[in-house]
C-alpha cells in the first residue's frame, strides 16, 4: 500500500491543512464506558486495583473445568485494543458467518468486524444500503458462534442512526444482546457524535467511521478519496476529534488521503484504522473476501488480493461437474 508522509503536518493539495497541535482536550470523553485512559490513575484500568480484579477475573475463569480461556496475547475488549495504539500495528478483518469467523479468529486478527459489507460481498446487493438491522443480527450471531478469540465488532446498518436516539440505542442493543458483538462500528462523524456519546454512556463501546462512507454512496454519487482538498482535510480533522470526545474506543478511516490519515493517527487517541488510506494508521482492515479474490464486483483498486479464489473455486467445482457428468461405470473416480 503506497503512502506518503510527512512527520508534523498534513499535505493536500492546498498546502498544510492540519494543525501541528490539537485545540481540543484530548480523549475527554475516552471510553466513558470501560474508563478512561486519561483518568487518574487509582481509578482507572491500569491502577493495582483493576489490575487486581483483572486477574481475579481470570483466575474464576481458570477454575471452570473445560472453560475455554483467550490467549493471553488475544485483544479480546476494546480497552486491549486501544491500547495498542503507539505498541504494534492493529489488524482486523471482515466475517459474515461461522465458518469465516473461525477462520479469521485463528489468523491471530485483533478484531473481526460483522461488516454491512456482508450486503454487497455475500448477499447480492450492489450497495450496503438494503441490509437491515436483523440481517446484521443474523449475520453477527453466526460469527460469534464460532466463538472468535479477538474482539467482534458489527456494524449499524443504514439508516438507524437516522431516525431517533431511542431507535440507535436498541438497535446497537439488538447487535449486542442478541448479536453477541462486543462492540457496534457506526459511519459518521460530528453529525452522530452527539448520540455515540450518549451510547457510549449507556455502556455500549462504539467504532467510529470517517472518509469515504458507503452508507452515504447515493448522496455522493459514488466512492472516492477523501481528504484532497484543505476544507474537506479539515472536516475530517473535526470529525476524528469529535468521535474522540464522544468516547470512540477507534475510528475507522476510509479512503482518505495517506497524509491526512496519517496526520489524524497522530492528533487522537483512540488508534486510527486504515482501509485504503495508506500505511502510517495503527491499523489496517480489509473486507476479507477482497483479499482473498473472492467477489462478483471489481476488487478496490487499494486492495491487492493474495489470491484468486475465485478462480480456485470454480476450477474445483467445474471439475467435479464434469468428473460426475463424464462418470462410466467401472473407472476409477
Ligand atoms: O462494512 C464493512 O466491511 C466496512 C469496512 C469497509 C470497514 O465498513
Same mark, same amino acid.
Given at each position: 500500500?503506497?503512502?506518503?508522509?510527512?512527520?508534523?503536518?498534513?499535505?493536500?493539495?492546498?498546502?498544510?491543512?492540519?494543525?501541528?497541535?490539537?485545540?481540543?482536550?484530548?480523549?475527554?470523553?475516552?471510553?466513558?464506558?470501560?474508563?478512561?485512559?486519561?483518568?487518574?490513575?487509582?481509578?482507572?484500568?491500569?491502577?493495582?486495583?483493576?489490575?487486581?480484579?483483572?486477574?481475579?477475573?481470570?483466575?474464576?475463569?481458570?477454575?471452570?473445568?473445560?472453560?475455554?480461556?483467550?490467549?493471553?496475547?488475544?485483544?479480546?475488549?476494546?480497552?486491549?485494543?486501544?491500547?495498542?495504539?503507539?505498541?504494534?500495528?492493529?489488524? +482486523?478483518?471482515? !466475517?459474515?458467518?461461522?465458518?469465516? =469467523?473461525?477462520? %479469521?479468529? /485463528?489468523?491471530?486478527?485483533?478484531?473481526i468486524l460483522v #461488516?454491512?459489507?456482508?450486503?454487497?460481498?455475500?448477499?447480492?446487493?450492489?450497495?450496503?444500503?438494503?441490509?437491515?438491522?436483523?440481517?446484521?443480527?443474523?449475520?453477527t450471531a453466526a460469527?460469534?458462534?464460532?466463538?472468535?478469540?479477538?474482539?467482534?465488532?458489527?456494524?449499524?446498518?443504514?439508516?438507524?442512526?437516522s431516525l431517533s436516539?431511542?431507535?440507535?440505542?436498541?438497535?446497537?442493543?439488538?447487535?449486542?444482546?442478541?448479536? +453477541?458483538?462486543? !462492540?457496534?462500528?457506526?459511519?459518521? =462523524?460530528?453529525? %452522530?457524535? /452527539?448520540?455515540?456519546?450518549?451510547?457510549?454512556?449507556? #455502556?455500549?463501546?462504539?467504532?467510529?467511521?470517517?472518509?469515504?462512507?458507503?452508507?452515504?454512496?447515493?448522496?455522493?454519487?459514488?466512492?472516492?478519496?477523501?481528504?484532497?482538498?484543505?476544507?474537506?482535510?479539515?472536516?475530517?480533522?473535526?470529525?476524528?476529534?469529535?468521535?474522540?470526545?464522544?468516547?470512540?474506543?477507534?475510528?475507522?478511516?476510509?479512503?482518505?488521503?495517506?497524509?491526512?490519515?496519517?496526520?489524524?493517527?497522530?492528533?487522537?487517541?483512540?488508534?486510527?484504522?486504515?482501509?485504503?488510506?495508506?500505511?502510517?494508521? /495503527?491499523?489496517?482492515?480489509?473486507?476479507?473476501?477482497?483479499?482473498?479474490?473472492?467477489?462478483?464486483?471489481?476488487?478496490?483498486?487499494?486492495?491487492?488480493?493474495?489470491?484468486?479464489?475465485?478462480?480456485?473455486?470454480?476450477?474445483?467445482?467445474?471439475?467435479?461437474?464434469?468428473?460426475?457428468?463424464?462418470?462410466?461405470?467401472?473407472?476409477?473416480?
Amino acid at each position: 500500500m503506497s503512502q506518503t508522509e510527512n512527520s508534523n503536518t498534513a499535505n493536500t493539495k492546498e498546502g498544510n491543512v492540519l494543525p501541528a497541535e490539537k485545540k481540543s482536550k484530548p480523549g475527554k470523553n475516552l471510553n466513558k464506558s470501560n474508563s478512561s485512559m486519561n483518568k487518574n490513575k487509582s481509578k482507572g484500568p491500569d491502577s493495582p486495583k483493576s489490575e487486581s480484579l483483572r486477574k481475579g477475573i481470570v483466575n474464576t475463569r481458570n477454575r471452570t473445568k473445560g472453560s475455554v480461556r483467550p490467549e493471553k496475547s488475544r485483544v479480546c475488549t476494546t480497552l486491549d485494543l486501544l491500547k495498542l495504539k503507539g505498541k504494534r500495528k492493529i489488524v +482486523g478483518l471482515t !466475517a459474515y458467518d461461522a465458518l469465516f =469467523g473461525k477462520l %479469521v479468529s /485463528d489468523s491471530g486478527v485483533d478484531f473481526i468486524l460483522v #461488516g454491512d459489507s456482508v450486503g454487497t460481498t455475500l448477499l447480492g446487493y450492489d450497495t450496503t444500503i438494503p441490509v437491515t438491522i436483523n440481517d446484521m443480527i443474523h449475520h453477527t450471531a453466526a460469527v460469534r458462534r464460532s466463538n472468535p478469540k479477538c474482539l467482534l465488532v458489527a456494524d449499524l446498518p443504514f439508516g438507524e442512526a437516522s431516525l431517533s436516539f431511542d431507535r440507535l440505542l436498541e438497535s446497537a442493543r439488538a447487535l449486542l444482546q442478541k448479536g +453477541g458483538a462486543d !462492540a457496534v462500528k457506526i459511519e459518521g =462523524g460530528r453529525d %452522530v457524535a /452527539d448520540d455515540i456519546e450518549k451510547l457510549v454512556l449507556t #455502556g455500549i463501546p462504539v467504532m467510529g467511521h470517517i472518509g469515504l462512507l458507503p452508507q452515504t454512496v447515493k448522496s455522493i454519487g459514488g466512492y472516492r478519496k477523501f481528504g484532497k482538498e484543505k476544507e474537506e482535510a479539515e472536516s475530517l480533522y473535526k470529525d476524528a476529534i469529535s468521535l474522540e470526545e464522544a468516547g470512540c474506543f477507534a475510528v475507522i478511516a476510509e479512503m482518505m488521503e495517506s497524509a491526512v490519515a496519517s496526520e489524524l493517527a497522530k492528533q487522537i487517541l483512540p488508534p486510527l484504522i486504515g482501509i485504503g488510506s495508506g500505511g502510517a494508521c /495503527d491499523g489496517q482492515i480489509l473486507v476479507t473476501p477482497d483479499l482473498l479474490g473472492l467477489s462478483n464486483f471489481e476488487i478496490p483498486s487499494f486492495v491487492k488480493p493474495r489470491m484468486n479464489l475465485n478462480q480456485e473455486i470454480s476450477n474445483v467445482l467445474s471439475e467435479y461437474v464434469s468428473d460426475i457428468k463424464n462418470f462410466k461405470e467401472g473407472r476409477n473416480r
